[in-house]
């Protein structure tokens, strides 16, 4: 079978070609930009029949990217692509996964929908399951979660080996324990009530015991900042240590992680999921494998 082929939409080069690196495939060429009226022109430069085809896109500021990735993949398969996958290792729109509130568009769906109508199959890092138990309530299509916790879990143990990993909220859990267990230290699970996007309120179980350890903050994803300078003001109010916050998906509002660290964090830090000043942890070796598998799965082209 022929090697795979990369494609990075724009923004997604440098870590497409390591992936590319990482799993034996050849990196090709495609071009986006704007007509002068704002609509999207997409050309695949390498030819794509026959082959396996990767578009490369994390899903930060999901309406900027979506649309070139659809004509993309559609073009890839109007011209005989044997098979189109995405990895995307933030995968947008997973939060709002329900109706809150009367009237409320659920996307995390809608979003599913439209991107199992043009891929084969998805490859993501940690998405936000929380109301979906899985990315196959979601996703049509074979879709592959990657979990950063043990790249996570590796990070704490060589740089805060004290730590006390602290999950700001029930959905948080899932990380903050799978990292504590990686790594072997203690953990603690707050409570959040979220009152807006940026008005969250935290509480928390008797603290005092843990004044000896560094906390470690660990959440998938950090927007506002707003859930983490709740839980690292709360954490000081308790006479802890200036807390570590590690978030998987730098997804950060303008001036968040500045914010946060105004909040009193000692640090920030975030996988490399979404290209940002405070990536530290790097997943590429967890995510590879999967991509490599699904990039080679036979198809019926190689078949015949
Ligand atoms: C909650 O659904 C997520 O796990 C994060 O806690 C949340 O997205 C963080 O958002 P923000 O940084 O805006 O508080």
Known sequence: MTAPLVLALPGNEPWAAALAGAIGAELGAMRVRRFPDG??????????????VVLACTLRDPDEHVLALCFA???????????IGLVAPYLAYMRQDARFRPGEAITSVTFGALLSSVFDWLATVDPHLHRHHALAEVYRVPATAVSAAPAIADWVRREQPDALLVGPDEESAQWATAVAAAAGLPWVV???????????????????????????????IVSTAGTMAAVVARLRAAGLRAPVCVGVHAV??????????????????????IPHPT?????????????????????????G
Do not use: M
């Not at 309120?201 to 903050?217: K, Y």
């Open 39 to 52: 609509e999207r022109y997409v050309r695949l430069d390498t030819p794509v029949a026959g082959r396996s």
């Open 73 to 83: 993949a559609a073009a890839a398969r109007d011209l005989g692509a044997a098979r």
């Open 190 to 220: 707050l409570t959040k009530s979220r009152h807006g996007d940026r008005d969250v309120e935290i509480t928390a179980p008797e603290l005092a015991v843990w004044r000896d350890c560094t906390p470690v903050v660990v959440d998938d």
């Open 252 to 273: 950060f509002a303008p001036g968040a992680a500045e914010a946060l660290v105004a909040a009193g964090a000692a640090r920030v830090v975030t996988c490399d999921t």
């Open 279 to 303: 990536n530290a942890i790097g997943v590429l070796p967890l995510l590879a494998p999967a991509v490599s598998t699904w990039a080679r799965i036979a198809t019926p082209q190689d078949a």
